[in-house]
């Protein structure tokens, strides 16, 4: 009994992080496995500071809502192109006016991490996200160029201004042509749900003194949720399909005690020097969409069985954790490089289906910085009644492409061993 308690105290739990388009996470999770016997459980929390602004596709900030500022004619509304037609207007020329539009997200997202350890070198787990997400949203019309309005006196209640007493278009007309349209209105938004499930093993294949080796392999599971095409403010909480994970992590341990029984117990001055690397491999799956150029969101092309093959996500990480002031208590430091290709899309309504494509790509830089405290040497000399590891931390998406969020994260984690 008195062994197994002190194994307890070396649980490093098996981290399996979850991927999401706009996920805010790295991936710098170290080499160390639950002894045999020993579970652990982990909850985890990341709230965003107001997010109003995204990465374009040369890597400099815009507002979120840049896509749906824009004038309203052909270009957004086809139909437009008719009326202008059976009016005798300029192509171009029919158009309700510019929209102004504005989004300030905000994202919470809650990790619960379960482990297990089978052998010594060998654990299983577990990771299930939940997202709490609202995006505050600002919209109204600028009718000031409008040159066409609604008039349901006329055949197909488009016209003119001032023909047969056609009003100027309002930010109410506009969103009842939006809901025509077969869209949801643009207006505040608040969503819940779960993110993809990840579920795996992570085996430490060797160690000694200074080094510990791992690898981890798991599956990812749909139970994440995608965009709705036809909610134009809404944002996903992952792929919502079956993938494939695999991370290899390296640690470089700097500890009085050396690293050859796995435990890691950083003193003041000691450190630990991570290096992980990662490949998600998601699985092609059909989904519905709007076969639109992503930066002209509103189409009438609807296809509700597209064939999506989403592309290859690659993972670098490097961090480092150092004891500080006294036993139990680190700093650490994180940074995450992440490059997702592109996907690919196919159907069978003639849309061109390769506008889906563009920008699906990205690249995106991650830092952290983290401050921990363990109770586990007061839990060993019996001055604290349970092992526990407490930590806050900060995220922010420093740098990115085509679409990916400016986002700052404050966080904490609760872990607990028994």
Known sequence: MKRKTKRSCTVLALIIFGVAPPVPMTFADDAAVSPAGVFYFSVEGLISRPITERFNKDGDKEPLATDFNTNLNSSVFSDLSLVEGA????PGSATFGTSDVKFTRHIQIYNFDFAYGLTDRLSIGVRVPYWHQTNDVEASLDNSTATVGFNPGVPGGVAPIGFAGTPAPTTEDVQNFLVSQGYSRVEDWTGSAFGDVIAG????????????????????????????????????????????????????????????????????????????????????????????????????????SVERDTGDIFEAGLSGVLGVLVQGLTVSAHYTYSYKMKDKYRGNLGFNYDVLAVESDYRAHIIEAKLSYSTIPRYLAKDFPLPLIASVRYLERVAGTNNQFNSRYIGFTLEAFF
Not at 87 to 90: D, T, V, Y
Not at 265 to 287: E, H, V
Request: one cysteine or more.
């Open 87 to 90: 009016f005798g207007l300029p």
């Open 201 to 304: 093993a992570k085996y430490q294949y060797y160690r000694s003194k200074n080094w510990r080796l791992a690898a981890t392999g798991g599956v990812i599971f749909p139970t994440g949720t995608w965009d709705d095409p036809n909610n134009l403010v809404d944002n996903n909480t992952g792929y919502d399909a079956w993938g494939l994970r695999i991370r290899l992590q390296q640690d470089f341990v700097k500890q009085i005690s050396g690293a050859e029984d796995g435990t890691v117990s950083l003193t003041p001055g000691d450190y630990l020097i991570n290096t992980t690397l990662g490949y998600d491999a998601i699985f092609p799956d059909k989904k519905p969409f709007r076969v639109c150029d992503i930066h002209t969101p509103v189409c009438p092309d609807f296809d509700s």
